[in-house]
């Protein structure tokens, strides 16, 4: 039996009744999904940025975050008067719960996180304290930022206490930008607590509003497994791109290899590429290193290996093109995707603008870049005539795997055009048959 304070019981009661108002502090790419899933749940919602300009875009109905369709969700309830964006701190009165999603970059040196905005944000909420709230952190941070940094920050600056006066938990996102929504709803999430009705409160939220299952632990173990996920995701892929490399060396056709071998039961290897892009994977990894000092560290240098990719990208295009008679700054190359992963208008960390800036390095200087989501180039051209230029190309990379590239045959590329397939989208044994010379990572 749990001993809960009156407050308790009815802040439990108002979040089980779905009457509990909830503020989304941060409302980027996981504040924005969550704030409107939770709308969907059938919860009031609203949500607080300290960027004034991304309210008045959000209140005008554009999203600022890469979300399918997220435009038309949003105008549903800033119509309807459901949900609305404010940079006024005095909105959090109003709240019975608070979310917060702000984001928590790598520093300077990249050995910890930069946790200005977190830090800030907490305050804020600090400040506006003034009954019992359940407050949940989202945003990824290294491991013992809960029980070190944040509840104590809270107290302090509050100067109330944990479980008697206000209520913490620590819960990471785990949606899939370009897919957020359906997977706030469906993911299976944890729950991170020092005190038994921070959790149980928690529970009661998410269990309405997940399809998946909601686990209880502390807050430590939830930030080690969030590092996990995304870490344990970056080293198979690291995995991957080195055994991609070693079949090279042995001519050997790695997606063969890669596939016969997926065929044991418990193995399962990742997919090689021209490197990890996003907001997440290029950086998690090295929070779950904070304060853990080794000189062998599986995880940093799996982190190395996927950082070397766009090079090696451009290490195969440069021995392609050795021994042709013309200067290399006299090709035209065509790069498919400049979005970080297939199908999304994501351009953060992409793979592309690294093989972008290396070819203008090593000398290329007519560079053009498709991609059939989103504009950005990093300093190439841009074309949105997918068919004409690839016929006029003497060099195509295909740096993400769209499905609008799916159907890519040998006829519509110029003959004897270089076709680097980095993701292994296009069908080899067609390429192989023309005259085109068809590489590939492994
Ligand atoms: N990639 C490969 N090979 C693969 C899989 C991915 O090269 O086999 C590349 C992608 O092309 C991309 C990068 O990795 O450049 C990252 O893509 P992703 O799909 O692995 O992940 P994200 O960054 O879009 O989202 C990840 C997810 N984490 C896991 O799958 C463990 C998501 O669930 C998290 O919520 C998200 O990070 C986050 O916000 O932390």
């Given at each position: ?61 554009v999203?600022?975050?890469?979300e ?37 970059p ?15 944000a ?33 107290e ?17 996102e ?24 921070s ?35 970056d080293v ?29 039961p ?44 766009p ?14 008679d ?6 035209n ?37 498709h ?16 068919y ?40 080899r044994?067609?390429?192989d048959?023309?005259g ?7």
């Amino acid at each position: 039996m749990l001993s809960q304070s009156n407050e308790e019981v009815k802040l439990l009661e108002k979040i089980k009744r779905k009457e509990a108002n909830i503020m989304i502090l941060g409302l980027g790419q996981v504040g924005l999904p969550t704030a409107v899933a939770l709308l969907e749940c059938g919860y009031s919602v609203n949500g607080f940025d300290i960027d004034k300009s991304r309210v008045d875009q959000i209140n005008s109905g554009v999203s600022p975050i890469p979300e399918k369709n997220f435009n038309k969700i949003l105008a549903k309830y800033l119509n309807g008067k459901k949900f609305s964006a404010t940079n006024n701190p005095d909105s959090l009165l109003e709240a019975d719960v608070i979310i917060v999603c702000v984001a928590t970059p790598l520093n300077l040196s990249r050995t910890n996180a930069d946790l200005g905005m977190l830090g800030q944000a907490i305050m804020t909420v600090a400040y506006k304290l003034d009954r019992m709230k359940l407050i949940i952190i989202e945003s990824t941070i290294p491991p013992g930022t809960m029980k070190n940094y944040v509840i104590p920050k809270v107290e302090a600056t509050a100067n109330k206490k944990n479980g008697e006066h206000f209520l913490i938990s620590y819960c990471p996102e785990r949606i899939s930008p370009g897919n957020a929504i359906y997977e706030f709803l469906n993911n299976s999430r944890l729950i991170g607590a020092e005190d038994i009705i921070s959790s149980t409160a928690t529970l009661e939220l998410l269990s309405r509003v997940t399809s998946g299952r909601v686990y209880q632990t502390d807050t430590a173990t939830a930030e080690l497994c969030k590092l996990a996920e995304n870490s344990y995701r970056d080293v198979n892929i690291a995995f991957a791109n080195e055994l991609a490399m070693i079949c090279e060396n042995h001519k050997v056709d790695s997606a063969e290899v890669i596939k016969l071998a997926n065929t044991h039961p418990r193995v399962n290897i990742h997919s090689p590429g021209p490197g990890v892009g996003g907001p997440c994977l290029p950086k998690d990894p090295y929070l779950l290193l904070v304060n853990f000092m080794t000189q062998n560290s599986l995880i940093r240098t799996a982190r190395s290996i996927n950082d070397k990719m766009p090079e090696h990208v451009v290490d195969l295009i440069l021995s392609a093109v050795t021994g042709n008679d013309y200067p290399i700054s006299k090709l035209n190359v065509l790069i498919l995707g400049s979005s970080y992963k297939p199908n999304v208008n994501d351009t953060r960390n992409s793979p592309t603008e690294l093989i972008i800036q290396k070819l203008m390095e090593a000398g290329f200087t007519d560079i053009k870049v498709h991609d059939p989501y989103t504009n950005d180039t990093f300093g190439a051209q841009s074309t949105s005539d997918l068919y004409g230029t690839l016929s006029r190309s003497g060099c195509v990379i295909l740096a993400t795997a769209h499905s609008d590239y799916l159907n890519l045959r040998p006829e519509m590329f110029r003959k004897e055009a270089i076709v680097l397939d980095t993701v292994r989208l296009l069908k080899r044994k067609e390429f192989d048959s023309t005259g085109l010379r068809y590489i590939s990572i492994g």
